[in-house]
């Protein structure tokens, strides 16, 4: 899979934006917020399936950096802080609900200039692909939506989830062969 | 050899993820900022809160460690007394009026033995 380096809002900006923000600049939150919420809430999304829920999590992610901003270190790039922030919600919110998320999830595809047909293709494959990620182990879905969806490297991923970069690859290797094992209506026996 | 399907299920997969990697969320910067402000105050009221509350256990303790038991009362009393001089005069004094409650009547001489006393 490509590793090609996502677009990422410039880090120096984030650490100067972060300085104010530890000053109680409102504005400046605001702004970061904006930088980086559409990106986390469809991390959350992915993890837990329910708008919703990704929504109010990125609020509690916020809450958390604005509370942490006078200790914060840029040592990390900012986007990494906050996806290591809201993975550690998504452990808590499993371990509250007492289960683990494995619906399908309210996803609607975006046909975009496709069409009818090839329209409804897509949203059919999004939403297999959902509902064979919602049945994913938690460790296997998270290293596969933050490689996949979020384009992190694999020293992020390790970092955020807090293991060695073999366990990263590991889970990521058996969530592939798990999907694809799910999705064989789609794509045949291998 | 690369799986065809492979391929297909990996270009896929990416392309599906992908769709759902950024979701924006109009006006979601105002509801973080309000509650960053009602967390910021709530956080407020809590310390003030502590601040207070052990505020008014040190008061309590400094007025409990430092009351006097009834014994340390006396000790200090009876060393305060004796410090002080008026009241040792008064003690002084006091004892003299008692010695002159004590001391014997005397009779006075009537006029009669005046009169008749050699010399009169």
Known sequence: ?190 | MDNPNHNAFDQELAASLSRGRTVAVPGFSGRVVEAVRADRRRRIVIRWSSVATAAAACLVAVLTLSAPSEEALNRQTLALVARDESAQLADLLGAADDLSLLSPAVEKPSVVEVLNAPGS
């Open chain 1, 1 to 190: 899979m490509a590793q090609e380096e996502p677009t990422l809002p410039d880090d120096e900006d984030d650490k100067r934006l972060m300085a104010l923000v530890a000053e109680g600049d409102d504005d400046a939150l605001r702004l970061l917020v904006n930088r980086h919420h559409a990106r986390l809430v469809g991390y959350l999304r992915g993890e837990v399936g329910s708008q919703a829920t990704a929504e109010e999590l990125a609020m509690e992610v916020f809450i958390r950096l604005h509370r942490a901003a006078s200790r914060w270190r840029p040592e990390a790039k900012l986007s990494t802080y906050l996806i290591h922030i809201a993975h550690n919600l998504v452990l808590n919110e499993w371990r509250r609900r007492g289960r683990k998320p494995t619906t399908a999830l309210e996803f609607a595809a975006e046909p975009g200039d496709s069409t009818q047909q090839s329209a409804r293709r897509v949203a059919e494959l999004d939403e297999a692909f959902q509902r064979a990620i919602a049945q994913l182990p938690p460790e296997q879905r998270t290293a596969i939506l933050l490689v996949v969806q979020q384009e992190l490297p694999y020293e992020d991923i390790a970092e955020i989830m807090g293991v060695p970069v073999s366990s990263v690859k590991t889970w990521i290797h058996r969530a592939r062969s798990r999907l694809r094992e799910l999705l064989k209506d789609f794509y045949g026996n291998e």
